[in-house]
C-alpha cells in the first residue's frame, strides 16, 4: 500500500452514516440567519438613511423669508438668493417653488388650506460646502443685510438628533449581526465536538489506517457545510419574506422618513449571500475545530 | 534468525546492543511503555523482527501484547526508547507523517473495530479508500478477498448482522485487502472454528510468503505448529521473556 494519497474516492460520502450530523444545529443556524437578516437588512437600511442624513446636515440650510406681504416677501426672497448665490463656498441655490411647498403644509393644513390668507414663508434651500457649513456667519450677516425678514435655517439642528439616532441604531445592528456570528460560530463548534464523540469509533479506524486529518476534518465539514446551507437558506427565505411583508407596508404608510430607512436594492445583494457566508463560516468552523481535536489523537 | 535454533527471533539481549540486523522491518531498542503514573506495562523491549518474517506472539493474559502491537501499528508511542519502524524513527517522526506509515500496516483488532454503519464491502474497502483507490478499481480486489474469506455472499450485510466469526473474517479481510508491508493481527483466530482458523492463517501465510511480515498474537498453541517457519516472541509481565526459546514450537501434548 503505498502513501501519500491526499483524499478519499467519490465513496467517501458513505464514510459517516447517512443524515445530519450535527443533531439540531440546521435548525439553530436557520434561527440565526434569520436574525442575522433582520439585524443586518436593519443595518444597511439604517446606514443609507444615515448616509443622507450625513449629507444634508453637513451641507443644507434653508432660507425661510417670513414676511406677510407676499410683495415684500417676494423681493426680500430674491434679494436673499442674490445675497448668497456669489458667495465663496455656495454650490447652489433654488427658491422652494410654492407648489412645494403647499405639498409640505398640506397634511396641517388640509387641501386648500394655502388658499386662505395664512401667510406663508417664501423657502430658499442652500447648499454649501462643508467648510462654510461650519462657518454660517459670514452668510447669516449676507442674508440679513439684504432681507431683514429672512431666517437662515440650519438643517443639521433637528436632524443632527435624528442622525445620532439612527447611526446608533446602525451600529446596534452592526454589533447584533456580529453576534450573530460569533453564536453561530459556537454552535458549529458544539456541534462538530458532537459530531466527532458520536463518530470517535470510526474516526479512530479511519486514523488507525493511515487517513490525514485533513481526509477526516473533510468528511465532517462536508457534511456541516450541508446542514449549515439547509438552515441558512430556510432562514433567508423567512427573513426575506419578513421584509418584503414590511417593505410594502412602509410604502403603503408614504412616509418619506420610514421610507428613508428601507433596504434599498443593491443591498439585497449583500443580504443574499449572507447564507453562503454562514455555510463558508460553518466549513470553516468545522475544519478549525475537527483538525484541533484530531491533533490531540496520536 | 536461524530456523532451527532456539533462541527467540531477533531478540536481543543487553540494552547497548548496537547494531540491529540488518534488513529488520521493525527494531525496538530499550522501548518501555507506561499508561499515566502507573508502573510501566512493558519494559526495556530490545528486539528486532526481520522484513519478510513470522511471528507468532505469546504470553499470558495482561502481559503487555496488546500494548506491544499498538506500538506496532502505530497507536501509542513508547514512553521510552526507540522505535524503528521501515527504517526510521518513529518517537521521534512528526505526526504529520504517521499516516504514511500506517498505510503500510493491516491490523486485525481484537475487537475487530469494523465501522458499524457499512457493509461488508465498504468495511473491506476502507483502507483502499483511505489510500486514494479509485472505486471503479475496488470492486475486484474486494470481492476476490471477500471470496477468500468465505463471505462472498454476505457483501452487502452489516456488522450487526454478522456472527462474531463472519465479522473477524471481515477484520481480517480489511487488514490485508492492501497488501501491507507489515500485518499486525491481534488474537486473529479466536472466533472462528479450526478449520477457518487455519484456512485464515494459511491467508497469513500466504500473504507472508509474498513478502509481508506478519505478526500474530494469539494464545491458541496449536496455531504455532501451523506455519513450521514462524518464530516467537514471548512477553511475560512486560518484558521479552523466555530466552532460550522452548516455546518456539508448542510440546506434542500441548497439541492435542
Redesign the interface.
Known sequence: ????????????R?????GRVAGPMPWVIAIMMFLTVLAAAAGLGLAGAASRFDAQIGTRITIQVVEANPDVRRAQAVAAMRAVENLPGVTSVRAVPEAEVQNLLEPWLGPGGLESDIPVPALIDVDVTPETHRALDVLRRAVAAAAPAARVDDNGQWLAPLASLIGALKWLAVGLVLLMVGATAATVVLAARAALDTHR??I?????????DV?VARLFQRRIALDALFGGLVGFILAALVLIGIGERVSALGSELLGSAAVPAPAWGFLVALPAFGVFLAMLVARMTILKAL?RM? | MGRGGHAIAGVHEGAGEAALNAGSIVQFENVGLRYGTGAETLSDLSFSLREGGFYFLTGPSGAGKTSLLKLL?????PSRGVIRLFGEDIVTMP??R???????IG?VFQDF?L????STF?NV???L???????KD?ENPVREMLAWVGLADRASARPATLSGGEQQRVAIARAVI????LLVADEPTGNVDPDMARRLLYLFDSLNKLGTTVIVATHDLHLLTEVQRADMLRLDRGQIADPTGALRHPPKRAEG
Open positions: 500500500m503505498k502513501a501519500g494519497a491526499r483524499k478519499f474516492g467519490v465513496a467517501e458513505g464514510l459517516l452514516p447517512e469509533g470510526t479512530e479506524i479511519l486514523h488507525l489506517m493511515g487517513a490525514t481526509q491533533g496520536l | 501499528y502505530l497507536a501509542l508511542r505526526r504529520g504517521l499516516p504514511g506509515f500506517r498505510r503500510r491490523v473495530r465501522v458499524p454503519h457499512l465498504d474497502a476502507l483502507p479508500r483511505v489510500a486514494g483507490v479509485e472505486d475496488l492492501g497488501r501491507p508491508e
